[in-house]
């Protein structure tokens, strides 16, 4: 998938561009297909998007969940064949490292986050990582589904680091 926005940033670069891997991007798709079938709504994070926007490849994805974030993704682990490894019990952060079909180690972590993502994201500690998109967006509409309340893509095309 390649995501590209066709409007140049105020610097006058040209437009971002990031090319999620075809095995992530399938991964994503299982992924979605999980956590729809637990009713569960779910949104892409922070330097996932962040990285996707800089056209850099990544390996980690950041996926706040509307649930029990440590149940969700130890039951994700499980049933994409990965394993599951608590990352801070405190704040209910849990970790599925899965493997695509091609051999390439993922890791998806998975936070908590209630009530409007909007909110999540305001906790965040830069705007550049605070971004979000819907995940049964991922495939098709990732640039044009993100929410962005702090202006971080603004951010991000300009090369600024900004505290939220």
Known sequence: MTVTDQHPDLSGRRPFRGRVDEGLRSLLSRVRRFLAAEGVRAYLVGGFLRDVLLGRPTHDVDIAVEGDALELS???????????????????????????????????????????????????????????????????????????????????????????
């Open 74 to 164: 130890r039951r994700l682990a499980d049933a994409l064949g990965g394993s599951w490894v608590l990352l801070d019990a405190e704040n209910g952060v849990g970790r599925a490292v899965l493997t695509t079909d091609s051999g390439l180690r993922l890791y998806l972590d998975l936070s908590r986050f209630e009530g409007d993502i909007r909110d999540d994201l305001a906790r965040r500690d830069f705007t550049a990582n605070a971004l979000a998109a819907p995940l049964e967006e991922a495939d098709a509409h990732l640039a044009s589904a993100l929410i962005d309340p702090l202006g971080g893509r603004r951010d991000i095309e300009a090369r600024v680091l900004r505290a939220t």
